[in-house]
C-alpha cells in the first residue's frame, strides 16, 4: 500500500467532449425542471429590470437637483422613495431566485449523481480493478459540487449581462455617439476572456485530477491503516500524502495564474475605457449636447458594464471548470462494460448445471489465465477447486459470478447461455462468500438478512440459530444486535465468517460458490464453520476453492488446477491413492494442516481436562 505516484492520473476511461456535446447533456438535465427554469430566468429578468432603473432614477435626481424647478424638492423625495421601494422589491425578487436557483440545481445534480452511481453501480467488477475508488467518489461528489456552483454563477453573471443591455438600450435614446463607445468595450472583454479557453480548461481539467490523487490519497491510507500501523509506515503514508498535496498545490497554484492574467488585463482596459468616456461625456456636457444628469449615467454605467465583463472573464476559467467537471462526469457514466450481455432474459429458478465449453480467458492484455477450458458441474454437485497460486481457480469463480467477460467459448447455466440472462435475477441465485468475509455497519441481525431485508428478528434468529444451535450467539456481546462495525472490525474472523454464511443461509442460493478464508480460527469456531457449509452444500450446487482439508474431504469432486488446466479430479481418496499432483499437496499443506488441527485439539481436551 501506499505506491509513490510520479504525477497526475488520467483514468482509461477518460474521453474528450464538444462544447456542443456537454451543452446538449446538460440541457437534458434541465429539461424536466423547465417550468421551475422558466421562472428562475423571469425572475433574472425582472432583477436586471430593477437594477437598471436604479441608475436612471439616480440620473433623474441629479438632473432634479441641478435645475431650477420649483417643485425640485418633491420630484427629488418621490425619487428618494421610489429608489427604496425599487431596493426592497430587488431584495425580494433576489430572495425568490436564490431559494428557486438552490432548488433547480439541487434536483439536476442530484439525477447527475444518481445516473453517476447506477453506471459504477452497473460496471464489472474489472472496472474497480482498473480504477481507484477514491478516484471515482471525486468524479461523484466533487466534480457535481464544482458544476453546482458554476451553475449558480452563471445565473448571476446572466442577471448582470441582462442589466448591461437594459441599460445600454436606455443609453441610446440619450446619446448614441456615448453608447456606441461605451458597447465598444464589450468586444474586448470578451476577446480577453475567450483567449484564455484552451488554457482555463487544461489547467481545471488538471486541477480536478489533482483532487482525484488527493481523495485516493485519503481512502487509500484511511482503509490500509491497520496494515500501516502494524508495519509501522504511518510517517511514509503521511509523507507521500504531503507529496500528492503538494502537487495538488502546485496545480491550483497555476490555475490562479489564469486569473491573475485576467483580472489586470480587464482591468487595464476598464481604466482606459473610463477615461474616453470621462473625456467624451464631459465634452458633451461642456457643449450642452447631454445634461449633467446623462453624463452622470454614463459614468455610473461604466461600473455596472464592466463589472459583469471583469465577472465574465474570471466565470470563464470556473465555466471551463464546470465543463471539465461534467467531461469527467459524463466520462464515468459512458464508460463502456467490459462484460456485454447479449440479451436479458430473466433467470428461470435454477438447478445448478454449469458448463464451460472451450473458454478462454485472461485479465486484459495480460498472460492467458484459462484456454480452452472445458468444465461440467452437474445440479447439486460439490466441486472443490485446489491448486497453487494463478492456477486459475479463481478465475473460474468470476466467470461464473459474470464478474469478468471470456474471450471465447460458451458459459451454459441450466442450458442457458450465461451472455443472455439478466444479470440481476441471474445473481441473486447466486451465494458469494470472498475470502475476505465482508460485513457492512450495522448489527448482526441486520447483515444476515442484507441479501433478504423483508426477513424479521424472528425469523434471523431461527436462521443464526441453525448453526451450530446458535452457540456462537452467546459469544456475541448483545447478540443479533451487536454492532459490528466498519467492515465487521468489531468481530473476530471466525465470528465474521459466521455471519456471512448465515447470510447465505438466509439467501437460500440456487448456487454456492466459497473462497475458503484462510484466516485462522479456533477449533471449536472451525467446528461451527464446518456445520454451516454443510447445511449450504447440502442438495445445492457448490463450487469451493479449499483451503481447509475438512472442505476438500466433504466435496463431491476435487478439481486439481494447474495453469488453468484441470490436471486431477475424483475424491480425496481416489486422488491421494494415485500418489499424483494432489497427494503431493497434501503432503506438503493438507497433512500438515490436520497436524496441527489435532494438536491444538489435544491441547484443548488436556487444558480442559
Known sequence: MGIMRAGLTAEAYDRGYTNRELFRRIAAYFRPQSRRLFTVMALVSLLSLSGALLPVLMAQGVNAVTSAAANRDAVAAALVLLVIVIGVANWAINWARRILTARLLGDVVLAMRIDA????MNHDMSFFDRNQSGRIVSRITTDTDEFSRVAVLVTEVGSQLLLVVILLAYLFTINWQLTLLLALLAPVAIVVATSFQRWARRATRTSQQ???????SIQEAVTGIRVAKNFRREQGIYDEFLAVNARSYDVHVKRGF????????????AGLGTAALLFAGGYYTYL?????????????????????????????????????????????????????QNGQEPAPPLRGDI???????RYGDKEQVLADFSLHIRPGESVALVGHTGAGKSSIIKLVTRFYEFQAGRLLIDGLDIRSLDLRSYRRQLGIVSQTPFLFAGTVADNIRYATPHLDTRAVEQIARQIGGGEWLETLPDGLQTDVGERGARLSMGQRQLVVLARMLAQNPA???????TASVDPFTES???????????????????????????????LVLRKGCIIEE?????????????????????????????????????IAA
Not at 452511481?117 to 459504477?120: D, E, I, M, N, P
Not at 448456487?511 to 478464508?517: N, R, T, V
Not at 454451516?532 to 466433504?554: D, F, G, M, N, P
Request: net charge neutral.
Open 355 to 361: 458448463r464451460f465449453e472451450h473458454v478462454a480467458f
Open 210 to 216: 489533482a483532487v482525484a490523487d488527493v481523495n485516493a
Open 528 to 558: 461451527q464453520i464446518q456445520a454451516a457449509l454443510r447445511l449450504i452444500l447440502k442438495q445445492r450446487t457448490s463450487i469451493v476453492i479449499a483451503h481447509r482439508l475438512s472442505t476438500v474431504r466433504a466435496a463431491d469432486r476435487i
Open 288 to 340: 450642452g449636447a447631454i445634461s449633467a444628469g446623462a453624463w452622470f449615467l454614463f459614468m455610473n454605467s461604466v461600473g455596472l458594464f464592466w463589472f459583469p465583463m471583469i465577472n465574465l472573464s474570471a466565470f470563464w476559467s470556473q465555466f471551463q471548470g464546470a465543463l471539465s467537471a461534467t467531461e469527467r462526469i459524463f466520462a464515468l457514466i459512458d464508460a463502456e462494460p467490459a462484460v456485454i
Open 258 to 269: 489564469v486569473l491573475a492574467l485576467i483580472f489586470p488585463t480587464l482591468q487595464l482596459f
Open 117 to 120: 452511481f447506477r453506471a459504477v
Open 570 to 606: 475424483g475424491s480425496h481418496a481416489d486422488l491421494l491413492a494415485r500418489g499424483g499432483h494432489y497427494a503431493d499437496l497434501y503432503e506438503t499443506y493438507f497433512r500438515h494442516q490436520s497436524l496441527e488441527y489435532m494438536e491444538e485439539r489435544r491441547r484443548n481436551v488436556t
Open 511 to 517: 448456487i454456492f460458490i466459497l473462497d475458503e478464508a
